[in-house]
C-alpha cells in the first residue's frame, strides 16, 4: 500500500523568508502532484511532475522529483503572506488513484 | 474555477438519514473521482468512474454507492449516515492522455448531526 509522508506538517515562517516542504512515498509511482487548499476552499492544482528530474517554478514556488529517492520537495522563495495556505503532494497508486500527504500548513507572518 | 461543479455546497441532516452529492466534471472529461476530507483521516480517495464504468475502488464504505451517468454527470449517495461520515466530499474530473491532471470541484460539506 502506497504511503505518502510531508513534513513539516505546520510552517510558520516570516516574509521574505526561503523554506523546503518535502514530499516522501513508499512504492514506485510515475506521478507526482502538488496542490494548494485555502481555509474551505477546494483543491487548485499548482504542478504535475512526470519524470525523474523534473523541476517546475511558477512564481515563488519550485518543485522538483526524484523518483529514485521517492522524494519530491516544495521549495519557497521569499515568502509573501499570499502563500499561506496548506499545501498537499499526491502520488498516483494505480490507474490515476491519487494517495494524498497529510498536507503542511503554511502561515507567512509579515 | 476548475469547471467541475458540485451541489450542494451544504448539508445537514441527522444521523440514519440518506443523502445524495451531485457533481458535473468539466467539458469533455470523461473520468470522476470522488475524495472524502476529513479531520482525522486527511484527503482519501474514494471510488473513480470513466465513460459510465466503475474504474477504481478506495476506502469507500458499503453504505456509500456511486455511479455515473450517460450525461457523465455523477452522483455520490451515503446512506445510513453516521457522525463520522461529516466531512467534505469534493468530485474531481480529469480528461484523456497524460498527465490525467485531476480538477476539483468546490466539494460539499457534509455535516451529521
Known amino acids: 500500500e502506497l504511503k505518502v509522508e510531508q513534513n513539516p506538517l505546520f510552517l510558520s515562517m516570516q516574509e521574505g523568508k526561503n523554506y523546503t516542504i518535502y514530499c516522501n512515498y513508499s512504492?514506485?509511482?510515475?506521478?507526482l502532484y502538488w496542490y494548494r487548499q485555502d481555509p474551505g476552499k477546494s483543491l487548485e492544482s499548482l504542478f504535475v511532475?512526470?519524470?525523474?528530474?523534473a523541476v517546475k517554478q511558477e512564481g515563488r514556488l519550485m518543485a522538483s522529483l526524484d523518483t529514485k529517492a521517492r522524494l519530491s520537495t516544495l521549495h519557497i522563495t521569499a515568502a509573501v503572506h499570499d502563500l499561506s495556505a496548506t499545501y498537499f503532494c499526491?502520488?498516483?497508486?494505480?490507474?490515476?488513484?491519487?494517495?494524498f500527504g497529510a498536507g503542511t500548513i503554511l502561515r507567512v507572518k509579515s | 474555477d476548475s469547471g467541475v461543479t458540485q451541489t450542494p455546497k451544504h448539508l445537514i441532516t441527522a444521523t440514519g438519514q440518506r443523502v445524495t452529492l451531485r457533481c458535473s466534471p468539466r467539458?469533455?472529461?470523461?473520468?470522476v473521482y470522488w475524495y472524502q476530507q476529513s479531520l482525522d483521516q486527511g484527503l482519501q480517495f474514494l471510488i473513480q468512474?470513466?465513460?459510465?464504468?466503475?474504474?477504481a475502488k478506495g476506502n469507500i464504505l458499503e453504505r456509500f454507492s456511486a455511479q455515473q451517468f450517460p450525461d457523465l454527470h455523477s452522483e455520490l449517495n451515503l446512506s445510513s449516515l453516521e457522525l463520522g461520515d461529516s466531512a467534505l466530499y469534493f468530485c474531481?474530473?480529469?480528461?484523456?492522455?497524460?498527465?490525467?491532471?485531476?480538477?476539483f470541484g468546490p466539494g460539499t460539506r457534509l455535516t451529521v448531526t
Open positions: 499526491a502520488v498516483v497508486e494505480y490507474g490515476n488513484k491519487l494517495v
Open positions: 511532475l512526470l519524470s525523474n528530474g
Open positions: 474531481a474530473s480529469s480528461g484523456e492522455g497524460s498527465p490525467y491532471e485531476q480538477y
Open positions: 512504492t514506485t509511482s510515475d506521478r
Open positions: 468512474y470513466y465513460n459510465g464504468e466503475e474504474r
Open positions: 467539458s469533455g472529461d470523461l473520468s
